[in-house]
């Protein structure tokens, strides 16, 4: 079978698909910061010695980390509103599910990074005086964080994939403006390789700025 390569559709249509870039990394950049949130808070409640609030926050862990997070988009877009009596445009679904996911596997990186430090430096802030949010801020977590940070670029990584499950609800991201190319032009193939190579050079770009990150915190000790 003989198939003739023509990418001038996608070159075209190119402003499109930034477009539809912009989008992705907008709905990532709100799950991001608002996952990381939730997640702090999350593994907070976890280490908790309120039994009660340990099992909010596992509960809510458990749940978002054990369903599909397409069905979590449909259930949030299509349900939600209905429940709650109001309307949610696709961006809102979309973060919604996604800070809420993000926060759910958040939750288990700051956790695993927290309960690694040893245990004598909780009791060195301490006998200093120092209060639990104080003790967090100034010796437990900026320790963690480096230890975190192998896990924590994984999950952006993560993130930014999952937000290709949003077209299906119609949110203008990048995959989505790929399809509607796609449909328009004819062009799957060239139209998804060129996504595809977005995909990667974003990624990519994020994967790299992270280990030199990552190299500057250990040269800091």
Do not use: C, H
């Amino acid at each position: 079978m003989n198939y003739t390569w023509d990418f001038s559709p996608v070159w075209r249509n190119f402003g499109l698909l930034l477009d539809g870039l912009v989008g992705t990394l907008a709905i990532t950049a709100v799950a991001l910061v608002v996952g990381l949130a939730l997640g702090l808070l999350a593994a907070a409640g976890r280490l908790s010695r309120s039994v009660a609030l340990a099992r909010v926050a596992q509960g809510y862990i458990a749940v978002f980390r054990s369903t599909p997070p397409l069905v979590q988009l449909f259930w949030v877009f299509y349900a939600l509103p209905i429940l709650l009596q109001l309307r949610l445009d696709p961006f809102m679904a979309a973060a919604i599910t996604l800070s809420l996911q993000s926060g759910a596997f958040f939750a288990e990186v700051f956790r695993g990074g927290i309960v690694s430090i040893e245990r004598g430096q909780w009791e060195a802030g301490r006998a200093i005086g120092m209060g639990y949010a104080t003790l967090m801020r100034r010796i437990i977590l900026p320790q963690a964080i480096k230890r975190m940070m192998p896990a924590f670029l994984e999950r952006v990584v993560e993130l930014m994939k999952t937000t290709s499950l949003v077209s299906s609800i119609a949110y203008a991201d990048l995959l989505f403006q790929g399809m509607r190319i796609s449909v328009e032009t004819f062009r799957p193939l060239e139209v998804f390789t060129v996504v595809a190579l977005m995909y990667f050079v974003v990624l990519f770009s994020i994967s790299m700025a992270v280990r030199v990150l990552e190299a500057r915190l250990a040269r800091a000790g």
